[in-house]
Nanobody
Framework: QVQVVESGGGLVHPGGPLRLSCSAS????????MGWYRQAPGRQRELVAY???????NYTESVKGRFTIARDNYQNTVELQMDSLKPDDTDVYYC???????????????WGQGNQVTVSS
């Protein structure tokens, strides 16, 4: 089993910062990619940013220059530092770990429960 736990969501004023944290635990062999996604009501879940085991990162265009993703491969954690937040950033944010389990050897996405981020004055 792989458990994914998120924290750090909440209410922030436009232009302010917020940091999301995510921790994966359990029977993990390796985590290839960790990422953050967001989903608004009635819309498809979309990628915000991801970081590979090698440290390679990718960001959706709307957050480039404002968000920074980082991970600790040994602690199996990932963080998303969000700066200059806009009302359009308001969404439920989900942490994803693309992992291979140590026992069964299966590979797949392991998702957190979701964390609400609200940007409002």
């Amino acid at each position: 089993q792989v458990q994914v736990v998120e924290s750090g969501g909440g209410l922030v004023h436009p232009g302010g910062p917020l940091r999301l944290s995510c921790s994966a635990s359990g029977s993990i062999f390796t985590i290839f990619t960790m990422g953050w996604y967001r989903q608004a009501p009635g819309r498809q879940r979309e990628l915000v940013a991801y970081i590979r085991e090698s440290g390679l990162t990718n960001y959706t265009e709307s957050v480039k220059g404002r968000f920074t993703i980082a991970r600790d491969n040994y602690q199996n954690t990932v963080e998303l530092q969000m700066d200059s937040l806009k009302p359009d950033d308001t969404d439920v944010y989900y942490c994803d770990a693309d992992a291979r389990t140590a026992i069964a050897g299966a590979r797949g996405d392991c998702w957190g429960q979701g964390n609400q981020v609200t940007v409002s004055s």
